[in-house]
């Protein structure tokens, strides 16, 4: 980022009136959250494909799902990946295929509802672990004092693409002979020492819906070195049915369409350039917001890549003087669309109440300041960088002026 380029935004943002006192907003058009990552120069090609794939006469489970496959294994460094129908049920799936049926499964509280509902499916029991206050991820140590006679695996999450302690956890599922599953929903994109995410424990879930970096409508991946437990999944996304008509696993129809393949296909071909856009717009929120008072970012541990699915941003309401609640909402008469993942976490929500907890005092730390902002590839630096910049002023305006009028729950 130029110097001048910064001058130049400061200049734009200080012109206008904020949203939050009746001005015009930043942008005419919404910006959202996350826009679909198919890139334009996709579309063509998708549509010839799209096309062939109904001229083939198979439309699931064909050759471009087995090629999708193989693709994605190669890009991951991993023996085998099996093409589901959504992260979800691949996660359902690998712990059933992995003989889990009863016990308990550690899993962190600050993660997507998914993670949790692919265990309770299974007829396992979720314990809700605390994760680090600074990478957000499952916290090591904490595992260890959870983990008692019933802990049957762990599954750790790579939050918002920021990998896991993979070495540490593997350590630590090796010494008490349980299983290790990563839900990598948030991971392609992602490495650890310039290996991709994929490769660890005893499987890794990817997630291809469409608020993810590798897109294909709907589309789950399991990435795996176990060649065994890789063709148990495919037996158990077609029901169980090895072709006997006498069903070997309880299975589900997780299958992956061919249009689906094509799709993960074309993505997989930019990722490395996406995700390089997606690390220099969250460094144009870095640079602007890193060094204010009471703002701070998720930790990426040294020589570990973030696939920035996601970036959490931490505003500690007494420290910089503005509550996170009311900045969505300034940022929302901004027109700019923002989220609070993952406020409630599991703990807080009623299906997971229950649920035995360690201390999870991180985890609530982290719901109480969090906010992501746009960060999709096409948003691109300079409006990541025009954002950050209203954050500021909405700061400095509110410092001066107080509240507005129509905001009370923030107020105090
Ligand atoms: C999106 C997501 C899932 C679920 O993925 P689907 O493909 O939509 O089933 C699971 N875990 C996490 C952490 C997610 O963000």
């Known amino acids: ?72 294994a190669e890009r991951l460094g991993v023996a085998e990946c099996v093409a589901v129908s959504n992260c979800t049920a691949g996660l359902m799936l690998t712990l059933r295929c992995l003989g889990l049926q009863e016990g308990e499964v550690i899993l962190p509280s600050f993660t997507f509802f998914a993670s949790g509902h692919a265990a309770v499916w299974n007829g396992l029991t979720p314990v809700l672990v605390d994760c680090e206050r600074d990478t957000f991820n499952l916290d090591p140590q904490k595992v260890r004092e959870a983990i008692t006679r019933e802990t049957v695996a762990i599954l750790a999450v790579h939050i918002f693409g920021n990998p896991a302690a993979a070495e540490e956890l593997e350590a630590i599922a090796k010494q008490h002979g349980i299983k290790l599953i990563f839900d990598a929903a948030h991971g392609f994109g992602a490495a ?34 176990n060649i065994e437990l890789a063709q148990r999944l495919r037996l158990a996304r077609n029901y169980g049915d090895g072709g006997s008509y006498d069903c070997e696993v309880m299975g589900l129809n997780a299958r992956m369409t061919e249009f689906q393949a094509v799709l993960g296909m074309a ?85 997971y109440r229950e649920c035995r907890t360690g201390d999870l005092r991180n985890t609530e730390w982290i719901c109480q300041r969090i906010l992501n902002p746009p960060v999709y590839t096409a948003l691109g630096e300079e409006k990541a960088e025009e954002i950050a910049q209203r954050i500021l002023l909405i700061r400095d305006n509110v410092q001066a002026k107080g509240y507005p009028s129509w905001w009370h729950s923030g107020a105090a």
């Open 1 to 72: 980022m130029t110097k001048s380029f910064t001058a130049v935004a400061q200049h734009k943002v200080a012109q206008h009136q904020l949203g939050i006192f009746g001005g015009s907003p930043l942008f005419d058009a919404y910006v959202p959250i996350v826009r679909p990552e198919v890139p334009p120069e996709c579309h063509e090609d998708c549509s010839r494909q799209f096309l062939d794939v109904l001229g083939s006469g198979l439309l699931t489970n064909g050759r471009s799902v087995q090629l999708f496959e193989e693709i994605a």
């Open 192 to 225: 650890i020492h310039g290996k991709p995410v994929g490769g660890s424990g005893d499987a890794e879930v990817f997630s291809l819906s469409p608020t993810k970096l590798l897109v294909a409508g709907e589309g789950g991946i399991v990435a795996t070195n």
């Open 267 to 351: 993505g997989v071909k930019g990722i490395e350039e996406r995700s390089a856009k997606r690390e220099l717009i969250a460094n144009a929120y870095v640079s602007t917001l890193g060094s204010e008072p009471g703002v701070s970012f998720q930790r990426v541990r040294p020589g570990y890549r973030s696939s920035r699915k996601d970036l959490g941003i931490l505003f500690d309401e007494k420290e910089f003087g503005v509550s996170r609640d009311f900045l969505r909402a300034a940022l929302e008469k901004e027109n700019v669309q923002t989220r609070k993942y993952f406020d409630p976490p599991l703990h807080r929500q009623k299906l």
